[in-house]
């Protein structure tokens, strides 16, 4: 591991971002809670929904803007995260909020790719009325959801004090 956080730190892409500027680590700082602050927001509204929130609002309707929210924010979140961890890779060697995080954030995406696949959520997106087991499943979906992001935002405040 100590290898490819060395390459990381030692790369032309960390040189130049090292050598752009005082205010530069802080704007990708910036980047980094607007990325998780769109991609939190979107999937607490969406998870709150799944859980049985707001029963008269479709979960189409709230889908429809939270998930492409959710997407972009991820992306800035994800690229911001790279960049800022470039600056100074190897200090993170043995923090064990980055070994948790990183592979919560795979399995966040990989409920994600869950959720897609139930037919109890394509039958949600098409507006169909849900079963009682339908709605469980969604529920369940969104608590695991809501839990995992919970988990890598609070992993992730807790690598800076490691």
Known sequence: MFE????????????TLRGAGVWTYGLLNLAHILGIGSLFGAVLILDLRLL??????????IARPTVPL????????VSSGILMISFNATEYLGNP??????PVIVFGLANVAVIQRLPAW???LAGVD???AERRVL???GAISLL????????GRMIGYW
């Open 4 to 15: 490819l956080l060395a390459w990381v730190e030692q790369s032309a892409l960390a040189d």
């Open 52 to 61: 049985g929130a707001w029963r008269s609002i479709p979960i189409a309707t």
């Open 70 to 77: 959710a997407a972009a924010g991820f992306l800035l979140a």
């Open 97 to 102: 909020f980055l070994y948790i995080k990183l």
């Open 122 to 124: 394509r039958h949600a």
């Open 130 to 132: 849900a079963e009682t």
């Open 139 to 141: 529920a369940v979906a």
């Open 148 to 155: 995992t992001w919970l988990t890598v935002i609070t992993c």
